[in-house]
């Protein structure tokens, strides 16, 4: 599991700070698809006729979305289970990422269409995730850059052993 990814994100922010922040107003598009449609267009483009697929590059996406949509969805989520969620506005930082992408090349030539929600993922999320267990939604091992953050600070240390990262 990935806690730095955006519906993750707000996830985990809804469960522990009962907030969601929305940098800019959330007005940014992303374009989103669950792992497992991810996996079930490889396995697709893998299967297609030789000549559809070669030297092509395919987008891969259930839908587009703004920011300000997913915490909308991951806050109605969550206050199902009972807990307060707010949305809470905060300026834009210096750098944003505001992009949209469509899986209609896909689509058109292999037929293929994401079948995973959002909202069907938020609500696997809330069915897995342990609630009371802190721990493991703060754990480095969920967050990318703080994973390469502690194996770098680590790495030094273990090398003085015959360890190598």
Known sequence: MRYDLVVNTFVKDALLQERLILHGGGWMW??????????????????????????????????????????????????????????????????????????????????FLPRHSVVEAVAEMLNRIDVGDRTSLTDPRHYNIRWLELLHEVSPRLERFGAVL
């Open 30 to 111: 992303r374009p989103l698809v669950d792992v497992r449609d991810v996996s079930d267009a490889m396995i697709a483009v893998l299967e297609a006729d030789a000549d559809l697929v070669r030297g092509e590059t395919f987008n891969v996406l259930h839908s587009n979305y703004q920011i300000r949509e997913l915490a909308m969805l991951v806050a109605g989520s969550v206050q199902l289970l009972g807990k307060d969620v707010r949305l809470e506005e905060v300026p834009a930082p210096p750098r944003t990422r505001d992009y949209e992408c469509s899986n209609a090349k896909l689509a058109d030539r292999l037929g």
